[in-house]
C-alpha cells in the first residue's frame, strides 16, 4: 500500500487557484469518495481550508499521485496546473506534513489552533462517506493526537496574534480575569467600539462612554447599555474606571500625567490600563511611567503581536522535532503493516495443520465425545497460536526494519512476499493495480 | 538512626535545588515538563524535609528550637508548608524560584551545623516559649512568602513596562493575583507577629523581670512591627500602587532576614541561647 498527498496552499497557489479547488465544507466527504472512485484510490481524506487543499490518499500503485493530481485539475477547471503549484509526497513523508499542518506549523499564522479542528473535521467526513480506512485512520488519527500534543507541550501557540486579541492577553496579565471590570471609552471612533466589544465578550463588565459631542456618546453608550459622559468628566473617570480606549481625532494628547497622577490616590493602588489606538496619540507616553498605569498605544501592541509570533517560530523548531519523532513512528507502523499479509498467511496455514490434526484424532478415536472433541481442538490451536507467537512478532519487527530484513525473514518461515510490497515497489511500479486486494 | 535525618536533609538540600533550576527554566522557557519537575522536586524536598523534622523531634524528645540549626529548620519547614499550600491551592507553577535556593541554602547550612548542641536549656523548656517561637516564625514565613509575591510582581510589571514580553511574561502569574495574595499574606502574618511578640514579653516578665528587656532581637522585632504596621495603616488609608506594595513588602522581608541572622551572629543579647 502506497500513501500519498497531493495539495496546494498560500504558499504555492495564488488565491483565484484556491478558491477554485475550496471544498465547501459538508462536501469534502463527497469530494473524496468522487476522488476515490476517479482516481482509482483505497481510501482517501479531503482537507480544505481557505489557506489550502489537500488530499490524502492510500493506493496499491505509485501512479495515483499524478491520477490524484489529474483529478484536481480538472476540478479546479484547468489543463493542468503550473510546475510547482503542486506539492506532493509519498509514505512517511505524507505523515512528515500533515503532523507540521496539524500542529499549525505551515499555516500563515504559526501555531494558530483552527487548523486541529479542520484536520479532525476533513477525517469525520471522509469517514461518513466511507472513504477512510485502516491507513488513513492511523494517518488523521495519529495527526490530530500530535498536533494536540503540540499544543501542550510547546508554546508554538502562546502569545495573542492579533491586536485586539493582544490587549485583552495583556488586561489578563494586568488584571486576571475581567469579569466585572469597567471600561471607558473616550473617542466613538468605530476601532474603539471594535475593541470595546472584545473586552466586553471577554468579561469586562459596565461601559462608559465620553465624547466630545454628547450626543455620540448617548449613541455608543446605549449600544453597550453603558454610561454617557462629555469629555470634562475624563479626569474623575479615570479615577473610577480599570481599562480605558482613547480614540479621539485630538491632535495633542487629552490625557496628561498630573491628570492621572491626581486620580491614583482615588484608585487606592488599583492599576489602570490605557489603550491609545488614536493617531496622534491622545495619550502623553509619560503616563506609562506612573505605579500601576500601563499605556500601550497602537505600535506597542503591534510590536507585541510582531514578538509573539517571533517566540512562536522559535517554538516551531522545537514542535518540528516532536514532529520527526512522531513521523518516524508512523514509518515503522507503516513498514510494519508489510507484515501484516505473512501474519494471515502464517496464521491460515496453521489453522489448516489444526485442521488436519483434529481430523487425524477423530478418525482413531470415534468414540470420543463432542466435548473431548473440543477439548482436543483447543489444546491445539492453543498450541498453534503458541508456537506462532514468536514468529509473529519477529515478522513484525523485521518489517518495521526495512524491506531485506522482512524479505528473509518471511523465507526463512517459508512465506513467499507478496508482489506489490515496498521491497518491490520500483520494479512493479505501474503492475500493482490489480493485485494486493488483502486489507 | 542518627543518621537518618542528616540524610533526609541532604536529600531535601538537593531536591530544593533542583527545583530551583526547574523552576528558572520553567519561567524563562514556559515549558510544561520543567514545571511539572519544578513542583515535583519541591514537593519531594518537601517530604524529605518534614520527615527529617519528624525523625529529630522523635530522637530529641522534644519541639526543636534549642539550637540555631533547629530554628532556621523550623523556620524552612513553616516557609515550606506555608509555600506548597499556596502553590496547590492556586495553582502556580515556577513561582518558587526564588524561594527553593533559599530553602536549599538553608537546609544545606543546617547540615554542616551540629545538631544537638545546647538542645535542653531548661530555660526553653516552657509552653509560653514554644507558642511565641512558632507565632513569630509563621509570621517570618508570610512575611516572607510576601516578599516572594513582590519579587514576582516586579518581573511582571517589568515585562509590561518595558513592553517587551518574553515566555516569562506568559509563565508568571498575573498582577491582580500577586498583588493579592501579598496583601493577604501580609494581613495574616500582622497578627501573628503580633501575638507572638506579646507572648514573649509575657514570658520574658516571668524570666527577667520585665516586659521589654534590653535585647537587639526584640528591638528589631519592635521596629519591624513597626514597619508593617505603618504599611497597613498606609495601605488601609489611602491605598499602595502595585510596585511601592511589591517593594515595601520586599524591603520588610529583607529587614526580617537582617534581624534573624543579624542578631543572632552580629549582635549578642537575650535570644543568643546558644
Not at chain 1, 165 to 185: P, S
Not at chain 1, 197 to 206: D, F, M, S, T
Not at chain 1, 253 to 265: A, E, F, K, S
Request: hydrophobic share 50%; charged share 15%; net charge positive.
Amino acid at each position: 500500500m502506497h500513501l500519498f498527498l497531493v495539495g496546494l496552499n498560500y504558499k504555492t497557489a495564488p488565491v483565484e487557484v484556491r478558491e477554485a479547488l475550496a471544498i465547501p465544507a459538508g462536501e469534502s466527504g463527497r469530494f473524496a469518495k468522487q476522488l476515490v472512485a476517479a482516481a482509482r484510490l483505497r481510501e482517501a481524506v479531503v482537507l480544505s481550508t481557505c489557506n489550502r487543499t489537500e488530499v490524502y490518499a492510500a493506493a496499491d500503485d505509485a501512479d495515483a499521485l499524478s491520477r490524484i493530481a489529474a483529478v484536481l485539475a480538472n476540478t479546479a477547471g484547468r489543463s493542468a496546473f503550473a510546475g510547482n503549484t503542486l506539492y506532493t509526497a509519498t509514505d512517511a513523508h505524507v505523515a512528515n506534513h500533515l503532523y507540521g499542518v496539524a500542529a499549525g506549523l505551515d499555516s500563515l499564522v504559526v501555531g494558530e489552533p483552527q487548523i486541529l479542528g479542520q484536520v479532525r473535521n476533513a477525517y469525520a467526513e471522509a469517514h461518513a462517506a466511507g472513504t477512510t480506512g485502516l491507513y488513513m485512520g492511523q494517518l488523521l488519527r495519529s495527526a490530530v493526537e500530535v498536533g494536540k500534543r503540540i499544543r501542550t507541550e510547546t508554546n508554538v501557540g502562546a502569545g495573542a496574534a492579533s491586536i485586539s486579541y493582544a490587549a485583552v492577553e495583556l488586561a489578563r496579565k494586568i488584571f486576571g480575569a475581567l469579569d466585572g471590570k469597567t471600561a471607558l471609552l473616550v473617542g466613538a471612533g468605530e476601532m474603539a467600539e471594535l475593541a470595546a466589544r472584545n473586552l466586553k465578550a471577554h468579561g469586562v463588565g459596565r461601559v462608559h462612554v465620553a465624547n466630545r459631542t454628547f450626543a455620540r456618546a448617548e449613541t455608543l453608550a446605549a449600544e453597550f447599555a453603558g454610561e454617557a459622559h462629555s469629555l470634562d468628566a475624563l479626569g474623575t473617570l479615570l479615577g473610577k474606571v480599570d481599562i480605558c480606549i482613547t480614540s479621539t481625532g485630538a491632535p495633542e494628547p487629552i490625557v496628561h500625567p498630573d491628570m492621572v497622577r491626581r486620580q491614583l490616590r482615588e484608585r487606592r493602588g488599583k492599576p489602570l490600563f490605557i489603550i491609545d489606538i488614536a493617531v496622534p496619540r491622545n495619550v502623553d507616553p509619560a503616563v506609562h511611567r506612573l505605579d500601576g498605569v500601563f499605556v500601550y498605544n497602537i505600535d506597542d501592541l503591534q510590536a507585541v503581536v510582531e514578538s509573539n509570533l517571533a517566540l512562536r517560530r522559535g517554538e516551531a523548531l522545537e514542535a518540528a522535532k516532536i514532529v520527526a519523532a512522531e513521523t518516524a513512528r508512523f514509518s515503522r507502523w507503516l513498514r510494519e503493516q508489510e507484515a501484516v499479509p505473512l501474519v494471515v498467511e502464517l496464521r491460515s496455514r496453521a489453522q489448516q495443520q489444526v485442521a488436519v490434526e483434529l481430523e487425524r484424532v477423530t478418525r482413531r478415536r470415534p468414540q470420543m465425545s463432542a466435548e473431548d472433541k473440543a477439548t482436543v481442538q483447543a489444546a491445539l490451536e492453543s498450541l498453534a497460536n503458541k508456537l506462532l507467537h514468536a514468529q509473529i512478532v519477529g515478522l513484525r519487527t523485521a518489517a518495521g526494519q526495512d524491506a531485506a530484513a522482512l524479505e528473509s525473514a518471511a523465507r526463512l518461515l517459508g512465506l513467499s512476499l507478496p508482489q506489490n510490497s515496498h521491497a518491490h515497489s520500483s520494479a512493479t511500479g505501474t503492475a500493482g493495480g490489480s493485485q494486493g486486494r488483502r486489507d | 538512626m542518627t543518621r537518618l535525618p542528616l540524610i533526609l536533609l541532604f536529600v531535601a538540600t538537593i531536591a530544593f535545588a533542583l527545583a530551583t533550576l526547574f523552576s528558572a527554566r520553567y519561567l524563562r522557557l514556559r515549558r510544561n515538563d520543567d514545571g511539572f519537575w519544578a513542583s515535583f522536586c519541591a514537593f519531594s524536598g518537601y517530604v524529605a524535609f518534614t520527615l527529617g523534622g519528624l525523625v529529630r523531634v522523635a530522637l530529641a524528645g522534644f519541639f526543636p528550637y534549642g539550637s540555631f540549626a533547629d530554628a532556621l529548620l523550623v523556620l524552612v519547614w513553616v516557609l515550606s508548608t506555608a509555600y506548597m499550600a499556596l502553590e496547590l491551592h492556586w495553582g502556580l507553577k515556577g513561582t518558587g524560584v526564588f524561594l527553593f535556593p533559599v530553602l536549599a541554602l538553608a537546609s544545606g547550612y543546617a547540615l554542616t551545623l551540629p545538631v544537638h548542641a545546647g538542645a535542653a536549656l531548661p530555660i526553653l523548656r516552657n509552653p509560653w516559649v514554644v507558642v511565641h517561637v512558632s507565632l513569630v516564625l509563621s509570621s517570618y514565613a508570610a512575611f516572607g512568602l510576601a516578599g516572594l509575591m513582590g519579587a514576582l510582581y516586579l518581573m511582571q510589571e517589568r515585562q509590561l513596562k518595558a513592553k517587551r514580553l518574553s515566555f516569562m511574561h506568559f509563565s508568571l502569574p498575573d498582577l491582580a493575583m500577586l498583588s493579592q495574595l501579598n496583601e493577604t499574606l501580609i494581613t495574616i502574618g500582622f497578627p501573628l507577629l503580633t501575638i507572638g511578640i506579646v507572648f514573649g514579653s509575657y514570658w520574658a516578665s516571668r524570666v527577667w523581670g520585665s516586659y521589654l528587656p534590653n535585647d537587639p532581637k526584640l528591638v528589631w522585632a519592635i521596629l519591624n512591627w513597626c514597619f508593617y504596621a505603618i504599611y497597613l495603616l498606609v495601605r488601609s488609608c489611602r491605598g499602595i500602587g502595585g510596585r511601592k506594595k511589591a517593594l515595601v513588602t520586599l524591603a520588610g522581608f529583607l529587614a526580617i532576614v537582617v534581624n534573624y541572622f543579624g542578631t543572632s551572629f552580629l549582635l549578642h543579647g537575650l535570644h543568643r541561647f546558644f
